[in-house]
């Protein structure tokens, strides 16, 4: 580990000197050159001074060990550090590692001569994430120098600015973290509490104080891939002053932290004004429901005619629903389901198609990989997303067979994919998650092309996702509460009596689909039932529910509260059964279509226009029915726009008993 990172580095001076008492006379201060700077890495910002005009010997750099808190000396053996850095690459806990502390330390030597020197003079590398500095102490005698003091009562040694500079590191320091004045004399006092607490949230995201909470808008994926016991952890230091003893805080407490961190999230109270609140509802039995044999290579070309031209399109859309594809199937399939292929197509349209398809791709394709060292080192975002890419391929279904080794075919293409897409889409470009999603789709096309246009469309569906603000996040969530409010009151007041109303647990089920709590071959299998588009709008909401509904029994008798539910949940991963979670989710919209009383917000949810979901509605004037029942969206959309020619210039929607009844105003 030669340097401390190798980032964006947006500070940066030189000449910034290290008065050393440790002259090899003993007697006579020596003075050490150094370049002091701030990088931004992977989402955090780190402290570095190096000496100028020296090769760092790595054997002499001390660092927090990534599995621990304690200082280590970086001693490892080549073979030692290849086997570390390959774990480190396959874990997905990597991202949660963190320097936390810097040391010094004189290592034992018995060498003299120009290794000793070498020795003096890199001893004094250092570098820290501004997440672990507590305090900054300036002096100025004759030029200003600065005592840098790090949340174990470490001290640094003084860096003294001969040249001037100090107030702008400081200036540049306090982006990034707040710093506020002490009582004792030119101190200054790093505290995280006051500062995220009074942001707005797109303010709060953009402060790399706060480790999490910009992982979380920057690096969704890995913030959410960690142990959620470690989401609680860094959620709790994120918010806890430098000056604070550190200690376990109540569960209420960390609840209301992540509430006011995601402003987005607190959904429990929500109730639109002028609307109805929903209570208890009589859902009626939940129908039993079979699911059906995968649909075969056979049956899928049988429903081609001679131009292969699909018939019967509701029909075999409806099969893969209730039994998915066959593997051998899956190759053509998923094309027509994701949309790269038009379902009325014929054979040699799509022939066509593919051909223009492949000259776009490989334009593309071309327009990054003609990009010069020299062009790149002046693009920072596309650099950038190489740098995520490449991590993320590295580490991406490793242990399946098409992925699996050193120098893999399968991880070129992966590779090529992701960065074509960051020219497709260069606006969002790559976000962490995004390779979970394309792995699937490139092993079952076993091509380049195919594989990019069918990523393509997939990211169409659920580029909200990954999008800054995560609104489309927030707005799942938001549906997902209102769904299981309906579905088991008892259950959802129960979370809600645990600080777990916001559902922030769901939160890796809906950023990629479920791609980590299922097998690969479930994950294939779940992802084409969910592409039909059938029975309804948001059926993915359904399955989170499905999952919830077998969990609740064990959640309630245990008593679990907000550590534990975290905990439980996030253990599930690779232990359902997606033919188990289909059936239910399925049975689950059966039970909600079939009710008489459903509630406005529900069915706006799962309203597919060729279902009929709108409850039955009244509408009422000065206490007296006015209109007939009204059953479909079309009518109520009809009753919204004519409502003022019609003699109404309001429709509202209330709450009496258990009925749907609207109430209308005259002009």
Known sequence: MAVAATGKVIYEQDSIF???????SGDQESLVSGVLRLIEKDCEVIVEYKQLEDSVDSSSMLCAGKDSSSVVQWTQSPKEMSHKN?????????????????????????VDGASNHAHERSKWAFFFNVCDLKAVQVKKEGWSHLTIYLKDDTSLPDLHFHQGGSEAFVDCLKKYVSLNESPEKDVLVANNNSKGLSQSFENLLDDTTFGL??????????TTMGSFSKVTKYLIDAFQGSDQVHQERPPTEMADLLNEAIPGLEINHQEEPGFEVITRVDLGSRPDVQRKEPVTLEDWNANMDNEGK????NYIKHSIFKGGLCHVARKEAWKFLLGYYPWDSTKE???????????????????????????????SRLRDYKNLIEKDVNRTDRTNTFYEGTDNPGLLLLHDILMTYCMYDFDLGYVQGMSDLLSPILYVMENEVDAFWCFVSFMDQVHHNFEEQMQGM?????????????????????????DSGYLYFCFRWLLILFKREFSFPNTMRLWEVMW???PCKNFHLLVCCAILDSEKQKIMDEHYGFNEILKHINELSMKLEVEEVLCKAESIYLQIKNCKDLPYSVSEILDDRNEKLIPTIQIVKNGTLEKGLIRTTAQMDDLSKNSVASGYDEVS???????????VANV
């Open 474 to 498: 927030k707005s799942q969530l938001v549906q997902l509460s209102t769904l299981l409010r309906l579905l088991d009151l008892n259950f959802w007041n129960y979370l809600e009596s645990q």
């Open 349 to 379: 349209y799509r022939k066509d198609l593919q051909k223009r398809k492949t000259d776009e791709y490989f334009r593309m394709k071309l327009q990054w990989k003609s990009i010069s060292e020299e062009q790149e080192k002046r693009n």
């Open 653 to 663: 929607r209330h709450r009496e008993t258990s009925q749907n009844v609207y109430k």
């Open 532 to 534: 039909t588009g059938l």
């Open 213 to 222: 909470i910009q992982k979380f808008k920057k690096d969704p994926y890995t």
């Open 18 to 24: 290290i008065h050393s008492h440790e002259d090899r």
């Open 310 to 313: 699909m018939q019967n399109v």
């Open 86 to 110: 390959l774990d480190n690459q396959l874990s997905y806990e990597a991202e949660w590692d963190m320097l936390n502390t810097v040391s010094f330390k004189k290592k034992p030597s018995n």
